[in-house]
């Protein structure tokens, strides 16, 4: 009974991406409701379906579920509870982001005509120079390249630190992305499009020794939202073409942390097997796929927490996010992102333990922690609305390369806003301190330095 309940609450999940897929149809294949649609697939229906009718509720590769957490014997109960939740959450967001598309007008075509383009290529080139100066700090201070790949398997938290601090970390990660991103901007408005590509496909591969793959896979959305607006028009059925193309990638970058974890061996990594509709390597495939995020599993270890275990999580502390902008010198008993703080909870019994994983907040448990589960189909809906929101200020009324940039690399955070705002303020500080850089430098030189008063002439009498 529980399976066929499941099945038809899988087919709601289904349902709302095809409905997402309409209201993207209607607008942009950029909107962040397209983008963020791309981890719901396997938050929202991918994980659950494979966690149920392929898994049997015994999770094969990861053991965050059934490890002190929710009995097996339970895990029914919870997942079927869990695709409910995420259903009525993801029927909120989509509302919030249709009512932003019916109130606000949407260009089909717009033709960006940028004046003085040569100075996105200098500030670009600058900027990416001090990002990959301080990319190497990190990677000397961590052992050297090849010594911090090899340590990525075993845990990242604490491996890009210089000193203890991760503003070095910070600042590689954003103006190495920031950079690259004006120059690709540059190209791909200068209609050298193989240039351009080049350029985001080299940032790829500098991101991914963090250790990332949601942040690698960044740098080539990024990169097609450029394209997108800068140069040619991407087509929605096109960017689900490339989505499908990039899963095999997805499944070799987790398999790559497990070669450095000693979980599985070189000769055993096998792409060909993704395209194989057949027996064990078709099933393999799908569990692959569905761990590409976590968050389900997560979903269903709070709900029994918090149920079951009568953990009452952090309600009402959320303003005290605030505290990030703040450096620990000065606040030094600052909260960690609801990321940590999560782990801590579930795996720790709420001790403080040192632990090298941080769970990502759904929809539903973000709004719980912080403000118990009354409050989730308002937040939700509100996410829904700023992050459609977002999009719109960004990319059409005040579409340039520098808003390009900013909503490329903040889409992710819109819906972070109302989830954590620790997280938020970690997140999005050191984007916009980069804006400003970028922005003071473009302008305020520029006319400060070469700005002629208009000399007044007179016509002779």
């Excluded at 052992?143 to 491996?159: F, V």
């Excluded at 079951?308 to 000065?330: A, N, Q, T």
Aim: with cysteine; aromatic share 18%; charged share 15%.
């Amino acid at each position: 009974m529980i399976e066929l309940l499941s099945f038809f609450f899988l087919v709601i999940a289904g349902l709302e991406l095809y409905l997402g897929y309409k209201i993207i149809s209607k607008s942009d294949p950029f909107t962040a409701l397209s983008l963020l649609c791309i981890r719901f697939i396997f938050d929202f229906f991918l994980r659950p379906f494979t966690f149920i009718f392929v898994e049997n509720y015994e999770p094969i590769l990861s053991r965050q579920v059934t490890k002190g957490i929710i009995h097996v014997a339970d895990a029914p109960f919870y997942s079927l509870l869990t695709i409910i939740l995420n259903d009525i959450a993801f029927f909120f967001f989509l509302l919030g982001a249709y009512i932003l598309i019916k109130r606000k007008p949407i260009p089909t075509n717009q033709n960006l005509k940028i004046k003085n383009n040569n100075r996105y290529l200098i500030l670009g080139l600058g900027i990416f120079l001090i990002g990959l100066i301080n990319w190497y700090w990190v990677m000397q201070s961590s052992g050297g390249i090849l010594s911090a790949l090899l340590s990525l398997g075993t845990g990242r938290q604490n491996l890009f630190r210089v000193g203890g601090s991760t503003i070095p970390f910070e600042i590689a990660k954003h103006f190495l992305s920031g950079g690259i991103f004006l120059l690709s901007s540059y190209f791909f408005l200068k209609r050298r499009i193989l240039i351009a590509w080049f350029l985001t496909i080299s940032l790829f591969f500098l991101l991914l020794t963090f250790g990332g793959r949601g942040l690698a896979m960044a740098a080539i959305i990024s990169g097609l939202i450029a394209h997108n607006y800068l140069f040619n028009k991407i087509k929605l059925r096109t960017l689900l073409v490339l989505f499908l193309v990039s899963l095999p990638l997805l499944v070799f970058l987790k398999d790559a942390r497990r070669l450095l974890d000693g979980q599985t061996e070189l000769q055993d990594i096998d792409l060909t097997v993704i395209f194989d509709s057949k027996g064990d390597d078709f099933k393999n495939t799908m569990i692959d796929l569905s761990y590409v995020s976590h968050a389900y599993d997560y979903d269903m270890a709070f709900h029994y927490s918090y149920f079951v275990r009568d953990k009452d999580f952090f309600l009402g502390e959320y303003p005290l996010g605030i505290g990030m902008i703040l450096p620990r010198s000065l606040f030094p008993n600052k909260g960690e992102t609801l990321a940590n703080k999560l782990s801590e909870e579930l795996w720790c019994d709420g001790i403080g333990c040192t632990i090298d994983v941080g769970i990502s907040p759904s929809l539903v448990t973000a709004s719980a922690s912080y403000w118990g589960y009354i409050s989730f189909p308002f937040i939700c809906f509100f996410a829904g609305y700023f992050a459609m929101y977002f999009w719109y200020q960004m990319t059409v009324r005040h579409l340039s390369p520098l808003s390009l940039m900013i909503y490329a690399m903040g889409y992710p955070y819109t819906v972070t806003l109302f989830l954590d705002l620790n997280a938020f303020l970690a997140s999005t500080v050191p984007i916009a301190l980069l804006a400003l850089i970028i922005y003071l430098l473009f302008y305020f030189p520029v006319r400060q330095t070469f700005y002629l008063p208009e000399i007044k002439r007179h016509k002779r009498v």
